[in-house]
C-alpha cells in the first residue's frame, strides 16, 4: 500500500493511491498515526476506501507530511561510507540526533531559505515509520516494528551550524577522585537551528508499506537540484543497517507508532563528481527531486525569503 496525507475540500485527509493518479479517501480513521495504530486492521480500513469509489485525482490535492506530528523524528548521522574518509574521530555506534515536527512540509511544498541562514544543503534519506511500540528491541526482532518507508530530505543549514560551534572546556567528574572534575577540550555544535529550522524536513509524498520493500538496505538513490544530479547512491552503503538503526536507538529512546527514522545521508556524488555539498539552495536553484526505488520521488521547490532575522535583543 501507498498511503498518503493530503488537503482537498477545504479539509486535511488521508488516503491510498489506487493507480498513479487517483487516491481513495481514507474517511474512517482521522490521521495517519490513527491508521498506523491499528496495526493489522489498518488494511480493513484501506480496502474499504478502494471498494467505497471515492476517488480523488492526485493533481488536485495539496500535499502534506504522510504523518503531520510524529512524535520524534530521529535523524542519523554520517552513516554513509562515503563519509568514513573524512572522519578524524567517531564512535563504533550510531549517532542520531532529533528534529522538531515542525520542521515538516510535505511533497510539492517549498523549502523556505533566509539569507541569515547561510549555506543550506539537501540531505536524501531512507526514512523508517514505526509500527509499534519499540524499547529494548533485539536486532533480530527489531523490522517487526517497522509500518513502512518514506524519502525524508534532511535539509542541513551549514552555515547555522558553524554559526553556533562551540569550542570550550567541558567539566566531568574525575573517577578517580569525585571531589575533583577534569577539564577536557571539546568542540560542540547543537543542532536546533541547522537542523530544526521550518521547512528543514520534507517528508513522502507517501508510505510504502513494508511488505512492498522486500529489502530496504538495498534500495537506489538518486538527488537532483534543477535539472543536474547531484548524488547517485545506494541504502546499501549504510554502515548501519536498518534493523540496527533501531535496535540501538531504543535502547535510548521509546519509539513509537508514527515515529521516524531517517537513516542517513545517501550522498555518492553522481558521475560529473557534483556533490549534496555544491547544492548551496541559497544559490543554487531547485527544485530539489529526491527518488528512492520503491518508494518514488519527493520534490519540493524553493523559494529564497528575501528577510533579515528580526529584532530578537531587549537592548
Sequence with gaps: MKLASFHHDNGD???????????????SVGSMTDLI?????????????????????RDDVRWLPPIRRPGKICGVAMNNSASNERKISAPDHPAFFLKPSSCLVGHNQPIRVRPY?????????????????ARDVDVGDATAHVFGYTIFNDITGNGMRADDLFHYWALYSDDSNPDELQ????????AARYK???TFGCLGPVITTVDEISDPDNLDVTCKVGAETIAEDSTRYYNYKVAELISY???????????????GTAFKPSKNRKSIHHANLQKVAGPVEITIAGLGTLRNPVEIENRAIGRWRLS
Design 183 to 190: 577539564r577536557r577540550e571539546q568542540h560542540l555544535s547543537y
Design 37 to 57: 495504530r491499528l496495526g493489522n486492521y489498518a488494511v480493513e480500513h484501506v480496502d474499504h476506501a478502494l471498494a467505497s469509489g471515492r476517488l480523488i485525482a
Design 13 to 27: 485527509r488521508i488516503g491510498v493511491l489506487k493507480n498513479d493518479d487517483e487516491l481513495a479517501v481514507i474517511d
Design 249 to 263: 536507538i531504543s535502547q535510548f529512546l521509546t519509539l513509537e507508532p508514527g515515529d521516524i527514522v531517517s537513516c
Design 196 to 198: 530544526g529550522t521550518d
Design 117 to 133: 541562514y547561510g549555506s543550506v544543503h539537501p540531505e536524501p534519506e531512507l526514512a523508517i515509520v514505526i509500527g509499534r511500540k
